[in-house]
């Protein structure tokens, strides 16, 4: 593994749980890490608000920003197993393959082709059955294509955290 890439969603809830005011040392951890990498699209969509998340995030990440457009023949190898494994309805897969904006596929192409691993809350759940008209999370796909997730807390765990 060549490190970490941090889903949106992380500093989201970091932000909504732990602000930076009261738990800084959560914030610095974030900084801190050496392989802990943001994906471009992630850095958009989180600098796309005016608010702390954005602010902090343009302030301190695009140093360590990965880009998405390196990994183009694995995001086709993503929306071709979408749109072809019959899991989804269209109305379930092109929330991922209609929106090159979308970071969660990306997340998984990046992470595929330079073996990250995506550090996520989503849960790894998915069509059970029927084709699904709900969009896909990350780690249902990310365990297809054999690409390492883990939440917040194992990641933690993984990098020895500790609140002091």
């Known amino acids: 593994m060549n490190g970490y890439l941090i889903d949106s969603n992380i500093l989201i809830n970091s932000n909504r749980y732990y602000r930076q005011q009261f738990f800084p040392v959560v914030w610095q951890f974030y900084l801190q890490t050496p392989d802990l990498y943001m994906l471009d699209r992630v850095y958009a969509e989180l600098v796309s608000k005016d608010d702390s998340l954005g602010k902090w995030t343009k302030a ?62 989503e849960k790894n759940t998915g069509p059970n059955g029927r084709a699904s008209d709900n969009e896909p999370k990350i780690p249902f796909v990310s365990e297809h294509f054999k690409v390492p997730t883990v939440s917040f807390w194992e990641f933690l765990k993984q990098k020895q955290f500790l609140a002091q």
């Open 60 to 121: 301190n990440y695009k140093p360590k920003l990965i880009s998405a457009d390196e990994s183009l023949s694995e995001y086709r190898e993503v929306n071709h197993y979408l749109s072809q494994s019959k899991l989804w309805t269209p109305a379930g897969y092109q929330e991922w393959t209609d929106k090159m904006e979308k970071a969660d596929p990306w997340l998984i192409v990046c992470a595929m082709k330079n073996s990250y691993t995506i550090v996520t809350d």
